[in-house]
């Protein structure tokens, strides 16, 4: 059973920063393309970054130059860097798992607010 759990969110200043962390188990964590979604109230999940298990990312245009997407296989672990952080990126965030089917962490609030 894949497990994935969130740590690092919490409430920042616009212009802040934040590294949230996603540790895997239950599986070898290089196969997994590991994701980072996000939920504001009212929205739909959306993507915001990719890092594939060959190695490549792909990012939201909303978060392009803002957010980084890094993974340690050896800690099995995926992280999310986001600087420059607006009010628009107050969300829940999910960290995903993808190996023929998703799996999904429980989510970690994110509040950008002064």
């Known amino acids: 059973q894949v497990q994935l759990v969130e740590s690092g969110g919490g409430l920042v200043q616009p212009g802040g920063s934040l590294r949230l962390s996603c540790v895997a188990s239950?599986?070898?964590?290089?196969?997994?393309?590991m994701s980072w979604y996000r939920q504001a109230p009212g929205n739909q999940r959306e993507m915001v970054a990719v890092f594939t298990s060959g190695g490549s990312t792909n990012y939201a245009d909303s978060v392009k130059g803002r957010f980084t997407i890094s993974r340690d296989n050896a800690k099995s672990t995926v992280y999310l860097q986001m600087n420059s952080l607006k009010p628009e990126d107050t969300a829940v965030y999910y960290c995903?798992?993808?190996?023929?089917?998703?799996?999904w962490g429980q989510g970690t609030q994110v509040t950008v607010s002064s």
């Open positions: 995903a798992g993808e190996l023929g089917i998703y799996y």
């Open positions: 239950g599986t070898i964590f290089s196969l997994l393309s």
